[in-house]
């Protein structure tokens, strides 16, 4: 479904739900768990439905995940870095001192 465009070499590693996962310096982390054929970024709060990204411009927040440990962030906008812990979001995010 998605393929890179350019040579650009997969020179950093992320992980999403602790499996590594080679990406490009530049990219998005959208982008490149979708290349990884990730079939779900977030559950819904209310069915637990899984959710992909829609926009990929940040309008829609389709694409929450949890990154190293703080939820709530937008996979669209994000851009990776080495080492990068994704996780699904499942359900409503978890932030401290907020109720
Ligand atoms: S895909 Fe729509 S906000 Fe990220």
Request: net charge positive.
């Amino acid at each position: 479904m998605f393929t890179p465009v350019g040579a650009v070499e997969a020179t950093l590693t992320i992980f999403f739900n602790d499996r590594p996962i080679s990406a490009r310096p530049g990219e998005t982390v959208a982008a490149c768990l979708l290349r990884a054929n990730t079939s779900s970024f977030r559950t819904t709060p209310v069915t637990g439905a899984p959710r992909l990204p829609y926009c990929m411009i940040g309008h829609c927040f389709e694409c929450l995940v949890e990154i190293n440990g703080v939820g709530n962030q937008q996979a669209c906008l994000k851009v990776v870095e080495d080492g990068m812990k994704i996780r699904v979001q499942q359900g409503a995010a978890i932030i401290p001192g907020v109720s």
